[in-house]
């Protein structure tokens, strides 16, 4: 019989019990950051060295942490279901815990890419724990300088066409640890077809809006994980 198919979309929350700061919480990372100065394609051009040391701490932050029970549970989901994740997290945390098909909308930490065109495949190269810091100098193959490969406010989503067509085909539609508040990735939901099953995980009521049935999960990502994957395994 064919699997169903799960498409789950995260965000910051998915990646908080690894220890990963979420952006919109109290403490989170805007706080302390404002988000103009170091993820807007504005900020980056007025200070490019601010930028890339800020990306080089979250870099560093990365190769410290480890997937928590919650990426596990949404990797062990492939052993019965087709899954498709969509993450807006720049973690490799999804890939780690060993989920096989993740989508970044908002690109990888762990990618470098031109400046001059940031989606320039033949630009974008792979960070190494040995070497993971971009410095001011440092080169794409265009000989532009090397930036972080990440989508910044201002900047086009070019991975969320891949993400409709996904969501578009989904049986069951699952969204982890986000607030809903940046666009387009808030709208994935509203490309699921009528009717398919959402399933909200998050300890914080966020705003869902779908004709869909929409069943909530007040929990974190690694209990709430817990608690949907019994829940869909009995369907
Ligand atoms: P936010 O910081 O806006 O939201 C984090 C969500 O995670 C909130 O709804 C929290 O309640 C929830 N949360 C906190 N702890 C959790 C836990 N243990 N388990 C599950 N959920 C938990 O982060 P995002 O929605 O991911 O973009 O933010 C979206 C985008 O805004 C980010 O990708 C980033 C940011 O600006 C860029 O930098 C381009």
Same mark, same amino acid.
């Given at each position: 019989?064919?699997?169903?198919?799960?498409?789950? %979309?995260?965000?910051?929350?998915? +990646?908080?019990?690894?220890?990963?700061?979420?952006?919109?919480?109290?403490?989170?990372?805007?706080?302390?950051?404002?988000?103009?100065?170091?993820? +807007?394609? $504005?900020?980056?051009? $007025?200070?490019?060295?601010?930028?890339?040391?800020?990306?080089?701490?979250?870099?560093?932050? %990365?190769?410290?942490?480890?997937?928590?029970?919650?990426?596990?549970?949404?990797?062990?989901?492939? !052993?019965?279901? $087709?899954?498709?994740?969509?993450?807006?997290?720049?973690?490799?945390?999804? !890939?780690?815990?060993?989920? +096989?098909?993740?989508?970044?909308?908002?690109?990888?930490?762990?990618?470098?890419?031109?400046?001059?065109?940031?989606?320039?495949?033949?630009?974008?190269?792979?960070?190494?724990?040995?070497?993971?810091?971009?410095?001011?100098?440092?080169?794409?193959?265009?000989?532009?300088?090397?930036?972080?490969?990440?989508?910044?406010?201002? !900047?086009?989503?070019?991975?969320?066409?891949?993400?409709?067509?996904?969501?578009?085909?989904?049986?069951?539609?699952?969204?982890?640890?986000?607030?809903?508040?940046?666009?387009?990735?808030?709208?994935?939901?509203?490309?699921?077809?009528?009717?398919?099953?959402?399933?909200?995980?998050?300890?914080?009521?966020?705003?869902?809006? #779908?004709? #869909?049935?929409?069943?909530?999960? #007040?929990?974190?990502?690694?209990?709430?994980?817990? !608690? %949907? #994957?019994?829940? %869909?395994?009995?369907?």
């Amino acid at each position: 019989m064919k699997k169903q198919k799960i498409v789950i %979309l995260t965000g910051a929350g998915m +990646s908080a019990e690894s220890g990963i700061k979420t952006f919109r919480d109290a403490g989170g990372l805007w706080e302390n950051y404002p988000v103009q100065q170091v993820a +807007s394609i $504005e900020g980056y051009e $007025e200070n490019p060295r601010l930028v890339l040391d800020f990306y080089n701490a979250r870099r560093k932050e %990365l190769l410290h942490t480890t997937p928590n029970h919650g990426h596990l549970m949404v990797a062990k989901l492939e !052993e019965d279901f $087709e899954v498709t994740v969509v993450t807006q997290n720049v973690d490799n945390l999804h !890939e780690r815990a060993g989920s +096989s098909h993740v989508i970044h909308l908002h690109g990888e930490l762990m990618k470098a890419t031109s400046s001059r065109d940031p989606n320039d495949p033949a630009c974008i190269c792979e960070l190494t724990p040995e070497h993971p810091d971009i410095h001011l100098g440092d080169k794409a193959a265009d000989g532009s300088q090397l930036r972080p490969y990440i989508v910044w406010f201002g !900047e086009a989503v070019p991975k969320f066409e891949d993400a409709v067509r996904e969501a578009a085909t989904a049986d069951i539609f699952i969204i982890i640890g986000t607030s809903m508040q940046v666009y387009p990735a808030a709208g994935l939901i509203s490309y699921i077809r009528p009717g398919t099953p959402v399933y909200v995980i998050d300890p914080k009521a966020v705003p869902v809006r #779908s004709a #869909s049935p929409v069943h909530t999960i #007040s929990k974190g990502a690694s209990e709430g994980m817990d !608690e %949907l #994957s019994k829940i %869909l395994l009995t369907r």
